[in-house]
């Protein structure tokens, strides 16, 4: 098995071997060289089974305005391009690629580049142990069973990019971890049954502390996802393990993350949110919220109560721009505390097909729907102990934000937000079972990327 994995937090190591980037020099002696070691980490499954992806190289240069098509570039080249559960990659999981040799100075800029179902040849790939070699190199298996080819729009073929500013000192290994979003990167263009691979990459730095955990194991088949957030931004986000082993199935890691103070936010479809408020992350440490994790009913696993009540945020966004950036919706709730933690988000396209599944172009519009609990959430703040007192936070009972987000390439994202509010005493009927509140968004003559 080429799989060389170790539990570290959810990620995909890519070394890279031995290049030497004349280009990437930025100061000091040129004859100077450290190295370089990157990697690659993932969020929550949403639904799949199985995201394959397959990486074909890295590329890196030390101008982060530098073209795809300009100078500069050193090409990381693996060997054979390398198929990837991307799944695999959660709660500690780190699969280690090489490393590469370059001139000290500054990495600005990296390229993430992934073969093409439709140019890839298979018999040139490293498929992954427990994928079928005769799909796609880049496809989704569901949950609920069958699977989808994932289309890679041409505009990243040169590459996603992904901004940096990473120091290479002599002798010394510069660490980058690339978080690569999973949830957010597979996008289902609209009602066409066709799905797109629109890579979500950001850097994040290769750390120790972080916490970890135990769910209910009721919970696990339930697609929950646990995170660490601050004002609503996800900053690590992990599954579930899922095992036969007791003592294991239900725990969760959450690493790489940096010292400092968290939300700590447990979510699934159906089920009333939890938050744990205030949890302070140390440095080098990763902290442990349940001392005592093979105890059957023990107090500090995390046990999500069922939703009584649900409504569904629905609505779309417009954007009549030729050329359109990466767009994305978010589900908010504010605590009375005064925290905001994010519930649930997603990547839109506007991308169109024919019936044989062909891309034909950009629509203008693209819809969101997400189905939230009314319920109020159950907080409680972090106490060292691991026992924590949960309460109903009823002041924010059924509110909640929505975000459109548009991001273009090097510039600031635009953000448009409307309230989502439900009755958590509303009725409904056999064909309107929940309250639905729509909201739509237009970010015509927004920036393009």
Not at 370 to 381: G, I
Request: aromatic share 6%.
């Amino acid at each position: 098995m080429r799989k060389g994995k170790t539990y570290i937090q959810s990620a995909l190591a890519v070394t890279c071997a031995a290049l030497f980037v004349a280009a990437c020099g930025g100061g000091g002696d040129s004859a100077a060289t450290g190295t370089l070691r990157t990697a690659m980490t993932d969020a929550p499954s949403c639904g799949y089974d199985n995201v394959f992806v397959t990486v074909d190289r890295i590329r890196v240069n030390s101008s982060a305005t530098a073209s795809p098509d300009g100078g500069g570039w050193s090409e990381i080249v693996l060997d054979q391009p390398r198929q990837i559960d991307l799944l695999d990659l959660q709660n500690g999981v780190i699969e280690e690629l090489g490393e590469i040799t370059l001139p000290v100075g500054r990495i600005q800029q990296v390229r993430f580049v992934l073969v093409d179902n439709a140019t890839a040849d298979p018999a040139d790939i490293d498929f992954d142990p427990d994928a079928d070699p005769t799909r796609a190199p880049n496809h989704v298996v569901f949950s609920a069973g069958g699977f989808e080819d994932l289309k890679t729009p041409s505009g990243q073929q040169s590459g996603v990019k992904i901004n940096v500013g990473i120091d290479v000192a002599e002798g010394q290994v510069a660490d980058l971890l690339i978080d690569f979003d999973a949830c957010k990167s597979v996008v289902e263009a609209g009602n066409s049954g066709n799905y797109l691979l629109k890579p979500v990459l950001t850097a994040i730095p290769r750390l120790s502390s972080g916490v970890r955990g135990s769910v209910a194991d009721a919970l696990v088949p339930e697609g929950v996802s646990i995170s660490l957030q601050q004002n609503g931004e996800v900053v690590r986000a992990t599954a579930p393990i899922e095992s036969t082993d007791l003592a294991a199935n239900g725990r969760f890691v959450l690493s790489q993350v940096p010292p400092g103070t968290y939300d700590l936010v447990f979510t699934a479809s159906g089920f009333i949110t939890k938050v744990v408020t205030d949890v302070v992350v140390p440095e080098g440490q990763l902290v442990n919220l349940d001392f005592d994790s093979v105890t059957a009913g023990d107090q500090n696993e995390i046990a999500l109560l069922p939703a009584t009540v649900e409504g569904d945020a629905v609505g779309t966004v417009t954007n009549t721009d030729d050329v359109k950036p990466a767009t994305f919706v978010e589900i908010t709730q504010t605590l009375t505390e005064g925290a905001t933690v994010l519930i649930n988000s997603a990547q839109l396209s506007f991308e169109t097909f024919d019936s044989g599944g062909v891309m034909t172009g950009m629509g203008d519009t693209a819809g969101y729907s997400f189905t939230l609990p009314v319920d109020a959430p159950q907080v409680a703040p972090y106490t060292a102990t691991g026992v924590f007192n949960f309460s109903a936070d009823s002041g924010v009972e059924g509110e909640y934000t929505v975000m459109a987000i548009a991001e273009p390439v090097d510039l600031t994202p635009v953000v448009q937000m409307a309230a989502a509010n439900f009755n958590p005493g509303f009725v409904g009927t056999t064909d309107s079972p929940r309250e639905v509140i729509t909201n739509n968004f237009d970010f015509s003559s927004a920036p393009a990327p």
